[in-house]
């Protein structure tokens, strides 16, 4: 979510053809970038399957010490592997089969060598150990890091987020968005006095010898690493459940203490019927066997699988703020519903390389639209989606650069949302459009995905060429302009766009509110129309996210 908060402080894989490239690809990346990016045979001879994370957090020192359990199967023979963690971290041991292990290090990334050949289709595990200080974020969650605050009371409150810096800045893992293990540990060793919240369900809190807590958490789902996460406060804690297409759901909420009074019945306005409207769109929540949690963070907020991290401070919109500047923006807290969104596209389906942010952000940003919609009609999702469209820079392309975790432009948010709800107009049937994304989630269920896939199987299930408006509006900055001449009874339109033959179907009036659609294409067409109309009478249904000019 971090670009989307932005705004208000203002080669595809080798198998893609040349075309589809973003253009801002011409950036010098180092040999670091590379490191974290590409998924080198280092990388890919493993595939995760599970991880036990254990730790303590030393909130005076401000430091982390303990290790991570890496259990794989090999996906080719190999005796060298790649993992990583940031150089700032000390690696103290990696231990394998009772012995310790030779590793070099260059940049984050550290390469383990095996005592013997790790044969393909072998299931293995080896364990890190390591400790240190982790990086403290300077303006969470948009920089990524730690942070080390205090509630009102002066008690600890402490969290990480980590998006796009990488969940390598804390703790040892295969830091690259498509390998996800299956299921995880997280155990958190706290101070005496304090709780410690993570993804998934609690299994047991255990009192140490040396006083403090030890908090451990199972996800039995597939987890990505960024999505890994505590939460350590003087926290309250409640429960609900909701009634869903899959069942009971069970919802747990943590507030601060202080702030429980207040958090309940703020949240209870929002959680339930957005569920509702979400599972009716996007398909059942897809994480029933390990709850949804919405917690207090001391940021803004993050996406956390099953821990929705919360910090809106209670308040309607954002921060109290409405980012489409309609109104419909105060009718709903925005971190509960965008992060929340989430859960389907980000955590449910997750793209495989940052350079397709656009999956997680552009779907979760009309999530937005289609709670306004739930809640106020779709004249106010319109208005909505519509509105929040002057928070576009349209300064480089959507989608990032490939193998170098580069993530693109922060239009993935509102200009991303705008081309998903102009292909709901092409489409033309709402039920379709509802059914094209729940299979989305039914088909990538727990998947890592390319664009490709998302393009593909939208561009399938519709019936439409869709090819040119996603690279239109994913892989150039700019966006088309429909050009216009009326001369006497003569009509003349064309498409000006740098996609080669861009030719997207348009709706236009040449009489107020009176929508039709027309076939523009790169080379003037023209239609015959009553002498009496005037230029300016010609418009765009403003649900296309397009400029129009006047051709003189």
Partial sequence: MRNASLSLFILLFLGLSLKAQPLHQKAAFSRADTLRGTLTPLRTCYD?????????????????????????????????????????????????????LPFTREFNAVFVTFPKTIRKGSKD?????????????????????FIFS??????????????????SCWWPNKDHQSDEVDSMLVSIRVPKGLKEVSN?????????????????????????NYNVTFYIGDYAHWTDEYQGENGKLTLDYW???????????????DVKPMLQCFEHWFGPYPFYSDGYKLVEAPHLGMEHQSAVAYGNQFKMGYLGKDLSGTGWGLKFDFITVHESGHE?????????????????????????????????????????????????????????????????????????????????????????????????????YHK?????????????????????????????????????????????????????????????????????????????????IDPSIKDETFKADPNFYITIKFFK
């Fill in 255 to 269: 507030a601060l203490s202080q702030d429980s009074v207040q958090a309940k019945p703020h949240w209870d306005q």
């Fill in 150 to 167: 205090k509630d009102k009371s002066g008690t600890p409150w402490v969290s990480v987020a980590c998006q796009g810096l990488g969940a």
């Fill in 48 to 100: 995760l399957t599970y991880y036990h994370l254990d730790v303590s957090i030393d909130i005076d020192q401000k430091s982390i010490s303990g290790s991570n359990e890496f259990v794989f199967t090999a996906t080719q023979d190999f005796k060298r592997l790649q993992f990583d963690l940031f150089a700032n971290l000390k690696v103290e041991k990696v231990v394998y089969q009772n012995q310790e």
């Fill in 200 to 224: 998934g369900r609690l299994r047991s809190i255990q009192k140490q010898a040396d006083g403090t807590t030890k908090f451990n958490w199972f996800i039995s789902n597939p987890i990505n």
């Fill in 344 to 444: 389907w596209f980000g955590n449910n389906i997750t793209s495989k390389d940052i350079a397709d942010m656009w999956i997680h952000e552009s779907f979760t940003n009309y999530s937005e639209t289609l709670f306004t919609e739930c809640k106020n009609g779709k004249a106010a999702g319109e208005d909505y989606v519509i509105g929040i469209r002057h928070n576009i820079a349209n300064d480089i392309p959507i989608i990032g650069s490939y193998g170098v975790n580069k993530e693109g432009s922060g239009d993935m948010y509102y200009k991303g949302a705008n081309m998903i709800h102009m292909i709901r107009q092409l489409i033309g049937n709402d039920e379709k459009f509802r059914n094209i994304l729940r299979g989305l989630n039914k088909t990538f």
């Fill in 448 to 528: 890592t995905v390319t664009t490709a896939e998302v393009e593909n199987y939208i561009t399938e299930q519709s019936g439409l060429k869709l090819q040119k408006v996603f690279d239109q509006y994913l892989r150039h900055p700019s966006i088309p302009e429909l050009e216009y001449k009326i001369n006497g009874k003569q009509l003349s339109y064309r498409w000006k766009a740098e996609v080669k033959d861009f030719d997207m179907p348009v709706k236009v009036s040449l009489i107020p509110d009176n929508y039709s659609y027309i076939y523009p294409t790169s080379t003037w067409k023209t239609a015959e």
């Fill in 125 to 145: 595990r080896f364990t890190v150990f390591y400790s240190g200080h982790p990086i403290i974020a300077k303006n969470a969650p948009w920089d990524g890091g």
